[in-house]
């Protein structure tokens, strides 16, 4: 059976990128995967520390981080995992420094500094994973591809992911409803209206996206489990 892991870097509860997640991991289920929810910001933890354990010569620690805290048995599992998708908020253009802390601790025991024969870097991965990031914004799409170069930045993430678990694609929720009364909050660049209007038309579209990249890296990853 495919394991799909979906990790929730965003603080808030029930909000644009919960929901998002809920969906990807409906899709995940529906193609037939056992899905576990991880939330990062239940349990304090830190990036990786650069002590390097996981390169040292004939290390014990070489494929899985040797810091031992909450996340640890996180990051076990998710070495099981066929299919991981993880979900952040934008924050100041970048995603949320847990998104980046949990990435670096994911990703860096199963990278190395080393090239086999053939001159391909090699990976302490114990399997290749299809990985998913849904990424949720405030700005417009327009603004988010354009100005503001967020294909870029968020690329970043979505190349190294891939470079180092196998495979990774993202999905785009932009110019999300991010308060539950706009008259409550000191916020006039935003036009209540028209994002209620985005919220009501668009978001619904975000979340079958979600769904369907859920429903599709399992069924990709079955084949390989198969
Ligand atoms: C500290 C902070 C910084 C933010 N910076 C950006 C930003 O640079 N660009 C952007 O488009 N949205 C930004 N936002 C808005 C959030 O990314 C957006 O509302 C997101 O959908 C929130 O996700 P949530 O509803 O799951 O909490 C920021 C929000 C916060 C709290």
């Known amino acids: 059976m495919v394991k799909a892991m979906i990790v929730d870097a965003g603080p808030r509860r029930g909000w644009n990128t919960e929901q998002l997640l809920d969906a990807a991991a409906e899709g995940a289920a529906a193609a037939g995967a056992e899905v576990e929810r991880v939330r990062l910001y239940d349990e304090p933890f830190l990036g990786c520390r650069s002590c390097f354990a996981c390169k040292a010569k004939n290390s014990r620690s070489i494929g899985v981080c040797a810091v031992r805290d909450w996340l640890r048995p996180v990051l076990e599992r998710a070495a099981e995992a066929d299919v991981i998708i993880i979900g952040s908020p934008i924050y100041y ?35 290749d994973k299809r990985c998913g990031l849904v990424w949720t914004m405030n700005c417009p799409k327009q603004f988010a591809f354009g100005g503001a170069n967020y294909d870029a930045l968020l690329g970043i993430s979505e190349r ?42 668009q978001f619904p579209v975000d979340l079958a996206d979600a769904r369907a990249m859920g429903e599709r890296l399992v069924l990709a990853a079955a084949k390989e489990v198969a």
């Open 93 to 127: 253009s970048q995603p949320t420094g847990v998104f980046r802390a949990f990435m670096e601790r994911l990703c860096f025991p199963w990278d190395s500094y080393s090239k086999d024969e053939s001159g391909t870097r090699i990976r302490y991965i114990p399997k």
């Open 160 to 201: 190294e992911i891939g470079r180092v678990l196998g495979h990774c694609e993202s999905v785009w929720s932009c110019d999300t409803y991010q308060f539950r009364d706009y008259d409550r909050y000191e916020a006039n660049m935003f036009d209540e209206e028209h994002k209620a209007q985005h919220r009501d038309e």
